[in-house]
């Protein structure tokens, strides 16, 4: 009888824990939810049923070039340099190089790339790659190379801008692309109407290889709802009109559009894998935000604080956001993550000392209680219903 005693009160304790901390962290979530503008519901459910369906029929047509679009060589006309990174752009107009050169992120004292060459995959999208709905204009545009007005260009302190240009039998396409030194760009596209095409913020970096924490693709949609659609689990094609982000991710890096005005109407299509390949569909002149790197919290919160959702906590984000979001307030206060880990430590203790201590009485009782059960399993020893009563 003792023990069952003894595991009731473990058992009760645990949850008396879990509810205690629920109690301490979940409002902090309810507080600090992100804010959903109020709209009017029915004309706002009747636009995106509108625009699902022009993008459905467009995406349609992507599909099935996705399939057709050849395998480029990897013939590069420009490179972009910066204290914190080199990218390298090839002959389709596309980043297909992306090198982090901080030391924190230096593998084997050498620059870190996100996105290794990838034979079995060479037919994904890159980053800025456009495709377009019109199947023989989209063979073209994959067999027409672009020209740049600078081969190589150097970032300090401001950001610089590169212009490229793909002259097709029917339209000039033009990028303009305006680099920052943090990661951040501005794309600014220039194709004449009546052309649908879409772009690409580019498949996941393939940096962290662990199967067990999130790689794929990451949809914020205007109404603040976060999609999230795994490697593997890709089936066919999803739609999402007015999205705000469309994120390519592993554990610690992404790729990424964002738009404050809720403007980017994405498609996720499937690669043979089952990976999703992200696209956001335009017809006509697009301004696109855009950036690329690791998922560093305040970084992503300078350039936009929308892009924190990008930051994945798991199936606990309810507890674990929170708890890193006061861990991050702590090492502002105290400008060391030792001491701000042992800040932490001591918050928490301190919001669970009364279990702490009701948990001890209760040992203590049942220290105390020991003697008596023993000597009562002596007395009755043989007589099990008596010793129960």
Same mark, same amino acid.
């Given at each position: 009888?003792?023990?069952?005693?003894?595991?009731?009160?473990?058992?009760? +304790?645990?949850?008396?824990?879990? %509810?205690?901390?629920? #109690? @301490?962290?979940? =409002? !902090? $979530?309810?507080?600090?939810?992100?804010?959903?503008?109020?709209?009017?519901?029915?004309?706002?459910?009747?636009?995106?049923?509108?625009?699902?369906?022009?993008?459905?029929?467009?995406?349609?047509?992507?599909?099935?070039?996705?399939?057709?679009?050849?395998?480029?060589?990897?013939?590069?006309?420009?490179?972009?340099?910066?204290?914190?990174?080199?990218?390298?752009?090839?002959?389709?107009?596309?980043?297909?190089?992306?090198?982090?050169?901080?030391?924190?992120?230096?593998?084997?004292?050498?620059?870190?790339?996100?996105?290794?060459?990838?034979?079995?995959?060479?037919?994904?999208?890159?980053?800025?790659?456009? +495709?377009?709905?019109?199947?023989? %204009?989209?063979?073209? #545009? @994959?067999?027409? =190379? !672009? $020209?740049?007005?600078?081969?190589?260009?150097?970032?300090?302190?401001?950001?610089?801008?590169?212009?490229?240009?793909?002259?097709?039998?029917?339209?000039?396409?033009?990028?303009?692309?305006?680099?920052?030194?943090?990661?951040?760009?501005?794309?600014?596209?220039?194709?004449?109407?009546?052309?649908?095409?879409?772009?690409?913020?580019?498949?996941?970096?393939?940096?962290?290889?662990?199967?067990?924490?999130?790689?794929?693709?990451?949809?914020?949609?205007?109404?603040?709802?976060?999609?999230?659609?795994?490697?593997?689990?890709?089936?066919?094609?999803?739609?999402?009109?007015?999205?705000?982000?469309?994120?390519?991710?592993?554990?610690?890096?992404?790729?990424?559009?964002?738009?404050?005005?809720?403007?980017?109407?994405?498609?996720?299509?499937?690669?043979?894998?089952?990976?999703?390949?992200?696209?956001?569909?335009?017809?006509?002149?697009?301004?696109?935000?855009?950036?690329?790197?690791?998922?560093?919290?305040?970084?992503?919160?300078?350039?936009?604080?929308?892009?924190?959702?990008?930051?994945?906590?798991?199936?606990?984000?309810?507890?674990?956001?929170?708890?890193?979001?006061?861990?991050?307030?702590?090492?502002?206060?105290?400008?060391?993550?030792?001491?701000?880990?042992?800040?932490?430590?001591?918050?928490?203790?301190?919001?669970?000392?009364?279990?702490?201590?009701?948990?001890?009485?209760?040992?203590?009782?049942?220290?105390?209680?020991?003697?008596?059960?023993?000597?009562?399993?002596?007395?009755?020893?043989?007589?099990?219903?008596?010793?129960?009563?």
């Amino acid at each position: 009888m003792f023990d069952k005693i003894d595991n009731l009160n473990s058992q009760t +304790r645990v949850l008396i824990a879990v %509810l205690l901390a629920l #109690a @301490f962290f979940v =409002p !902090y $979530s309810y507080f600090y939810q992100p804010q959903v503008a109020e709209n009017n519901e029915t004309q706002q459910t009747a636009m995106r049923e509108m625009q699902n369906v022009v993008t459905a029929n467009a995406s349609n047509q992507v599909a099935q070039n996705i399939v057709k679009a050849p395998t480029q060589n990897s013939t590069i006309i420009a490179t972009i340099e910066s204290a914190n990174f080199t990218y390298k752009i090839d002959r389709l107009g596309r980043i297909t190089e992306v090198n982090l050169k901080a030391e924190k992120y230096q593998k084997d004292s050498a620059a870190l790339s996100l996105f290794p060459e990838d034979v079995a995959n060479a037919n994904n999208p890159k980053i800025l790659e456009i +495709r377009f709905s019109d199947s023989l %204009l989209n063979q073209q #545009a @994959f067999n027409t =190379p !672009y $020209s740049a007005n600078l081969n190589s260009l150097t970032i300090q302190d401001k950001p610089q801008s590169i212009t490229l240009v793909q002259e097709l039998d029917n339209v000039k396409v033009e990028k303009i692309l305006t680099f920052y030194p943090n990661g951040y760009y501005e794309a600014q596209i220039n194709i004449p109407q009546n052309y649908t095409y879409f772009v690409s913020p580019g498949m996941r970096p393939s940096v962290e290889n662990d199967a067990y924490v999130f790689k794929g693709v990451i949809v914020k949609e205007s109404d603040n709802t976060i999609t999230t659609i795994e490697d593997g689990d890709a089936q066919g094609q999803k739609n999402y009109a007015n999205a705000s982000i469309i994120a390519a991710v592993d554990r610690y890096y992404a790729t990424l559009f964002f738009s404050n005005n809720n403007t980017l109407n994405t498609t996720i299509l499937s690669n043979p894998s089952e990976n999703p390949m992200p696209f956001i569909s335009a017809n006509g002149e697009l301004k696109l935000e855009g950036y690329i790197g690791p998922k560093d919290y305040r970084l992503l919160e300078s350039i936009n604080p929308n892009l924190t959702d990008v930051v994945e906590y798991g199936v606990i984000t309810f507890f674990a956001k929170p708890l890193f979001l006061l861990l991050d307030k702590l090492y502002d206060l105290c400008g060391n993550w030792g001491w701000a880990i042992i800040l932490l430590t001591l918050i928490v203790r301190v919001v669970l000392y009364p279990l702490t201590y009701k948990g001890m009485v209760s040992m203590q009782k049942l220290k105390d209680l020991a003697p008596k059960m023993k000597e009562l399993q002596q007395k009755y020893k043989g007589e099990p219903q008596k010793l129960q009563a």
